[in-house]
């Protein structure tokens, strides 16, 4: 096994194989996007998630922003790759299996706490303003 402890499957319905390979290579780093969503038109991200399920003993990390330095430490990738694309990039956190979900935007740390109704809902907003500017299919 390549990696820490952390690196170990939660769930083991993921095949990891790809991911202890991409360990190997020397001078670089390797991560994966967390599920973000993608325009229906121009097939383009708008947002881009870093998700985080928080343990349940350790509530100190969510809106209280006491966790601050844990989040930038998890959203680092996530921040540089949203900015290249010149979308936004929300950290994303949740300790009850994504009944109510922490929302953080990253650029200037404004939090919300959303039910997942209301996740849903602000989301498909994301996607409409999107569309007010989208590209069109390429
Ligand atoms: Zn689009």
């Given at each position: 096994?390549?990696g820490?402890?952390?690196?170990e499957?939660?769930?083991g319905?993921?095949d990891?194989?790809?991911s202890n390979?991409?360990r190997e290579?020397?001078?670089?780093?390797s991560?994966?996007?967390?599920v973000?969503?993608?325009?229906?038109?121009?097939?383009?991200?708008?947002?881009?998630?870093?998700a985080?399920?928080?343990?349940?003993?350790r509530p100190?990390?969510?809106?209280?922003?006491?966790g601050?330095?844990?989040?930038?430490?998890?959203?680092?990738?996530t921040?540089?790759?949203a900015?290249r694309?010149?979308?936004p990039?929300?950290?994303?956190?949740?300790?009850?299996?994504?009944?109510?979900?922490?929302?953080v935007?990253?650029?200037?740390?404004f939090?919300m706490?959303?039910?997942?109704?209301?996740?849903?809902?602000w989301?498909?907003?994301?996607?409409l303003?999107?569309?007010e500017?989208c590209p069109?299919?390429?």
């Amino acid at each position: 096994m390549v990696g820490t402890s952390n690196n170990e499957e939660r769930t083991g319905d993921r095949d990891l194989g790809f991911s202890n390979l991409m360990r190997e290579p020397k001078g670089m780093r390797s991560c994966d996007i967390d599920v973000s969503p993608v325009c229906r038109r121009c097939k383009n991200y708008f947002v881009f998630f870093e998700a985080k399920r928080w343990n349940i003993s350790r509530p100190e990390l969510t809106l209280s922003f006491r966790g601050r330095d844990e989040i930038q430490k998890h959203s680092r990738y996530t921040v540089n790759s949203a900015k290249r694309q010149g979308i936004p990039a929300y950290f994303v956190a949740s300790t009850d299996e994504w009944q109510t979900i922490d929302v953080v935007r990253l650029e200037d740390w404004f939090g919300m706490q959303m039910t997942r109704i209301e996740f849903v809902q602000w989301l498909e907003r994301r996607a409409l303003e999107h569309l007010e500017c989208c590209p069109g299919e390429e």
